[in-house]
């Protein structure tokens, strides 16, 4: 069964700081990664999302990372602001077989906090 | 506009009764879900429709029952609510499953927050 960790649990930062996020997976047969960010009260926002043939994707100031053969992913926030100061989520799509056709495995987040 | 949407936001309800979360999306996406996020924040799949067609159905007590009357909606009624069904839950829909899909974001709804007292 697919497990997902998130490393740190908790983070928080000065504004201004480049900062890494990490995520592992336990089974590398995924077919893609995607980082997500929840607001308090609020749903979840898709940020990146990684096939699993490419190695990275960029959106602005994140940068995501995917080495399906170790099972990790990383997300890289540069300049970091009050205003990225959200949980993140990683979670990931496993390779169809048969039950797990279609779901996400999520991990518990990195809750981050940029004070100014 | 909103791509997906649920309602009711919040709702607070005693053990027993028997209570329905409603969903949406505008998004013309084929597959649709319902995720639960327990009170330590941990996010799980309960079920997945793909044109009407339930394709994941969790381990989840069969008070839980989904329903999707067309490829838009995703219902989920809850029979004889109990303490631990509180919690915050999530539709989200995609387009398509599978290798063909496996590039698709997945879109979450805002959440509706499940209070059982």
């Known amino acids: 069964k697919q497990e997902v960790t998130q490393i740190p649990a908790a983070l928080s930062v000065p504004e201004g700081e480049n900062l890494v996020l990490n995520c592992s997976f336990t089974?590398?047969?995924?077919?893609?990664l995607q980082w997500f960010r929840q607001d308090p009260g609020k749903g979840l926002t898709s940020l990146l999302l990684?096939?699993?043939?490419?190695r990275e994707q960029t959106s602005g100031r994140l940068n995501a990372s995917l080495d399906k053969s170790s099972g990790r992913s990383t997300l890289y926030i540069a300049a970091s602001q009050p205003g990225d100061s959200a949980t993140y989520l990683c979670a990931v799509r496993p390779a169809n077989r048969g039950s797990t056709l279609g779901r996400l495995y999520f991990g518990r987040g990195t809750q981050l906090t940029v004070w100014p | 506009d909103t791509a997906v949407s649920q309602t009711p936001k919040y709702l607070v309800t005693q053990m027993g009764n028997d209570k329905s979360i409603k969903c949406e999306q505008n998004l013309g996406h084929d597959t649709m879900y319902w995720y639960k996020q327990d009170s330590k924040k941990f996010l799980k799949i309960m079920f997945s429709y793909n044109n009407k067609e339930l394709i994941i159905n969790e381990t989840v007590p069969n008070r839980f029952s989904p329903k999707s009357p067309d490829k838009a909606h995703l219902n989920l009624h809850i029979n004889s609510l109990e303490l631990g069904d509180s919690a915050v839950y999530f539709c989200?829909?995609?387009?398509?499953?599978?290798?063909?899909?496996?590039?698709?974001?997945?879109?979450f709804g805002e959440g509706s927050w499940l209070t059982v007292v």
């Open positions: 089974d590398s047969a995924i077919y893609n």
């Open positions: 989200a829909s995609s387009q398509g499953q599978g290798p063909r899909a496996s590039g698709n974001t997945i879109y």
């Open positions: 990684i096939q699993s043939s490419q």
